[in-house]
């Protein structure tokens, strides 16, 4: 396996609609009697309570002398009332009998606007009584107010039903902010002046989706569905709409509907249907009858057709010449004119005039794939970046010249060092203080660990004596460089005479109260030697190597003393525990102390459920997460991660019905199905992250974050043997992405960019193989190979799909040259042990060279005996070898060290995890995968 880290490879290491009840629109206004049929608005009223003055209407909720609710059901207000009985309930408002008063005050008040012109009859007749009665149902009801409203709401609503559109704009989100989401649709939908419904209509959006959620919460479908339908007519009001009908399995339904609709509306609509259910061809058809063009090039890219969408993005870039210039080159590209494309790129590079410009053009060279020229100007301007590019691609002396460091000089470079240690002193260069930790790191990584300190003293005994504070931030910096143990050994050196180890802890660990709590115990424990107590955090945190155990030794000693304290202290010290072994990758040895200490204590059973979930402990957490859906019914991450989970048990049906409700009570929210989409793909349920990322792309829009991030996903994390979908789809999302990254858009590196377009160009030539262009596919299949020669993903993907293609001659050229550049640095740095590592990984992903293979592999294992990425090519090249048991071994030793202390390069959290659920799922491969089968040469 490529490391993570080392490599900088990310993925290893969204006229008419269906009326509610046949409800009618126009403007996006729904009829007050189409409201009345509604049974969102019948209950919405229905037992209600209102904001009254002190007269017989405080009686509306009371109890019935017979000390029972009125049954509204039995009352017939669910059905339209004949002029009849209308008549029949303003009698009886004077009806000697309370109950029949009431229950006619409760139904007239359903009733809602139609009947306020029999009110105001009834207003002015001489029966006292019943003039009241009718002229506070007027009021109220002109007003909006709903029964189930507190004192607090009705007067809101009441001056709400007053005032001017700033007035009620105002109020409405009020309303809204106090969870009254019937009421806020209520007035939106009663509101007849056009331009206030516009007004109104923004906090009808924000809230429409909320109030159906709570809806679907509750169990009613309809009456969420009934919610939705006050949301309006706009594009992503409809794609909501369409989501949760296609969830409900309504699309076909819904469809036919449609097609009963015409003009541009019932297009919309259809549209919006086809987009929310992923059907690619129906929303193309659609579009082509009227859609727009925009929408229309952002599907293209989904059947394999970026041109258009590209196009779009040339007229965005007009007014950037050098973005203009960037796109310009894609499009000579795509078109298959390489001339063209040379020129402009000449062009292009000749707009590097200054710093400001320089970073933009590289961007837009590195896209097309003009690596050298890129790198050129790199040179002139970032050299430091250029120096990670060749450190990322096996190219160790590329990399040194970058720095100015000369060809045949050797570590420690003592009077290269010397040099520019004195130059950047001189020159306060702080941005150029990084050179040397560059340097430093790079001789760890690369088996000369012996010099890095050499390297670094220099210019930290300068800033020292100096006092200069940033002598510090570069102590913060080093564990990133794999610096801890030349961190602590500085720090020892300068002393604590006036605490200055103190304060270097603060940032070598972090300022965390938990690295504090465990500085303050350390220290307590060892009568103030700051020396041993650093090297026992540094230690804790993963910061230094740890060969013999002892961390294990005195994680343990410190429980044990954490568990004879009590209260306040007992808890900082058991957090500070926990965040240490996080810190350190330690993830079982944090799980073993919070079930110590999970009993009873909620917050700690909530980490315990994260810990059990991350290391993969299906049946502990089932019974979990059906708990916590109980408790949270409307949490769909939680819902998500119980249906994996369910999944992972061989429960198919209910994991599939689980997740589907969680796709409900998302509504549609782009964000939301992108992070779910995430997670399948890390599961490892790759076609069904990718079928959900394609519907986020057809119902989002082009240039917003969430389309972007479709994309982004799809490119990154998915491949044709993941998603199923052909060579000519992924090329065409693959170079989208591409454009993203000239505009800053994408994961950032020049080498990032770089892999961007490999994959564009590499998943082009792949599909022009299939459709039988060989001498196009063969000459653009060289050029990506050649783009990032020591990178992972030409084992990754590039050499395992190119077996068999009827390119054999080529495939063993690619496959010499490529190897022959990492062995060089093998040669060149014996003891650099990645290097070895990206040897075995390449050779074994391409069942080339397998002895070789074997020798690099042990080579690297031996250097780095706890690097899970390692241990997991060991395992690659047995299983090319055809050995599964041993593949099996080794597999388990990767998955378990994976997790296990970080010797001295802790990582981020998220990528420990993920290294562990990559590894996880190759154990999978190579218990249950079909054996390669290795051809002679």
């Known amino acids: 396996m490529k490391d993570m880290k080392i490599s900088g490879k990310h993925e290893r290491g969204v006229n008419g609609l269906p009326g509610c009840r046949g409800a009618k629109w126009a403007a996006g206004v729904m009829s007050l009697m189409d409201q009345r049929r509604c ?51 303003l009698n009886a408002l004077s009806d000697v009998s309370f109950e029949k008063r009431q229950r006619a005050t409760v139904e007239l008040w359903q009733l809602g606007e139609e009947v306020l012109p029999a009110l105001k009859k009834v207003a002015g007749g001489k029966d006292p009584e019943v003039a009241a009665r009718a002229s506070e149902l007027m009021l109220y009801i002109s007003a909006g107010v709903l029964f189930d409203s507190s004192d607090e709401v009705k007067a809101l609503v009441l001056k709400f039903s007053r005032g001017n559109t700033k007035t009620k704009v105002e109020i409405l989100g009020k309303l809204t902010e106090l969870g009254q989401w019937k009421q806020v649709l209520h007035l939106a939908g009663m509101e007849k002046d056009p ?17 159906a959620r709570e809806a679907v919460i509750d169990g009613d479908l309809e009456l969420a569905s009934e919610i939705l339908q006050l949301s309006g007519d706009g594009d992503q009001a409809l794609v909501v709409r369409a989501w949760f009908y296609s969830l409900q399995g309504k699309y076909e339904e819904e469809l036919a509907k449609a097609r009963e609709l015409s003009g541009k509306k019932g297009s919309q609509w259809r549209l919006a249907l086809h987009r929310a259910h992923g059907n690619l061809d129906g929303a193309l058809k659609e579009v082509k009858s009227g859609g727009s063009d925009g929408l229309g090039a952002q599907l293209q890219v989904l059947v394999g057709n970026p041109g258009p969408l590209l196009l779009i993005g040339m007229d965005d870039a007009l007014q950037d010449a050098v973005l203009a210039r960037a796109c310009q080159i894609q499009q000579a590209r795509l078109q298959s004119d390489r001339n063209k494309a040379d020129m402009l790129a000449r062009d292009l590079e000749r707009m590097a005039v200054n710093e400001d410009v320089a970073g933009s053009v590289v961007s837009g060279l590195a896209a097309n794939g003009y690596r050298d020229a890129a790198l050129k100007l790199m040179e002139r301007f970032d050299k430091a970046s250029v120096f990670e590019y060749y450190d990322s691609t096996e190219s160790p002396e590329k990399a040194l010249a970058a720095l100015g460091i000369p060809k045949d000089s050797v570590p420690p470079y003592t009077d290269w060092v010397k040099a520019h240690s004195e130059q950047l002193l001189e020159d306060e260069d702080k941005e150029g203080y990084l050179d040397m930790l560059l340097l430093a790191g790079f ?62 802890v603060r940032h070598l660990v972090d300022t965390s109260k938990q690295s504090d709590t465990m500085w303050a115990w350390l220290k307590k424990r060892n009568d103030g030697d700051a020396d041993k107590s650093l090297r026992q955090i540094a230690l804790l945190a993963g910061l230094l190597k740890d060969q013999d155990g002892a961390t294990a030794a005195l994680h343990q000693e410190l429980v044990d003393e954490a568990g004879k304290g009590e209260g306040e202290l007992q808890d900082a010290r058991y957090l500070a525990l926990f965040t240490f072994a996080i810190k350190r990758h330690e993830l079982a040895t944090a799980s073993t102390l919070v079930d110590q200490i999970a009993q009873g204590n909620e917050r700690w059973q909530q980490t315990k459920l994260f810990l059990d979930t991350a ?21 769909y991450n939680n819902l998500v991660k119980w249906a994996m989970v369910l999944r992972k048990l061989g429960q198919a ?35 069904e992250a990718w079928s959900l990322w394609k519907r986020v792309a057809m119902m989002s829009e082009a ?40 505009r800053g858009r994408g994961m950032g590196s020049t080498g990032g960019i770089l892999n961007a377009r ?33 990178s992972g993903v030409l084992a990754d993907e590039f050499f395992p799909a190119l077996r068999g293609v009827g390119v054999q001659r080529e495939y063993d050229q690619w496959f010499d040259e490529t190897y022959q550049h990492v062995a060089a640095a093998c040669e060149r740095f014996p003891r650099a042990h990645n290097s070895h590592n990206t040897a075995a990984w390449l050779a074994s992903r391409s069942l080339r060279r397998l002895d070789d293979a074997l020798r690099h592999a042990e080579a690297a294992v031996s250097l780095r005996p706890n690097q899970g990425a390692y241990l997991d090519t060991m395992a690659e090249v047995w299983f090319a070898r055809g050995n599964r048991k041993k593949a099996i071994e080794w597999s388990d030793k990767a998955v378990a060290v994976s997790i296990s202390h970080a010797q001295g390069a802790p990582r981020a959290e998220s990528m420990v995890l993920n290294n562990y659920y990559e590894l996880t799922k190759q154990r999978e491969r190579f218990k249950h995968g079909k054996m390669p089968k290795v051809k002679k040469r």
């Open 443 to 504: 001789l760890v990584r690369h088996g000369e660990a012996e010099h890095a300190s050499a390297v670094l003293e220099p210019l930290m005994k300068g800033l020292e004596d100096d006092g200069a504070d940033i002598w510090f931030d570069l102590i913060e910096d080093m564990p990133l460089f794999e610096l801890g143990t030349q961190a602590v050994d500085l720090l020892i050196a300068r002393g604590n005479e006036d605490g200055e180890i103190d304060l270097g």
């Open 39 to 89: 049974r969102f608005f019948a209950g919405a009223m229905a037992g209600a309570a209102l904001w009254l003055t002190p007269t017989m209407f405080q009686e509306v909720l009371a109890d019935t002398p017979s000390g029972e609710p009125i049954d509204l059901e039995s009352t017939g207000v669910l059905d339209p009332p004949t002029e009849e009985e209308v008549r029949a309930m």
């Open 758 to 790: 490999f994959k564009a160009d590499f998943y082009r030539g792949m599909d022009y193989l299939t459709v039988g262009k060989k001498k196009e596919g063969v000459k653009l299949l060289g050029s990506s190979c050649r783009l990032n020669p020591g």
């Open 703 to 742: 240039g917003e974050a969430d389309y972007d991030r479709s994309i982004l996903y799809m490119a990154n994390y998915s491949s044709p043997e993941k998603s199923g979908a052909s060579w000519k789809i992924h090329a065409s999302i693959a170079e989208v992405y591409a454009g993203f990254t000239m």
């Open 195 to 211: 331009e206030v419904q516009e007004r109104l209509s923004g906090v009808v959006r924000k809230t429409a989706s909320r109030a």
């Open 653 to 687: 049906q209910k994991a599939r019905e689980v997740l589907d409700r969680a796709l409900v009570l998302t509504m549609g929210d782009l964000g939301a199905l992108n992070t779910i989409a995430l997670n399948l793909s890390n599961a490892g349920y790759s076609d």
């Open 615 to 635: 290391l993969l402990r299906w049946q502990k957490v089932e019974p979990a997460y059906e708990a916590l859906e109980a408790q949270d019914p409307g949490n």
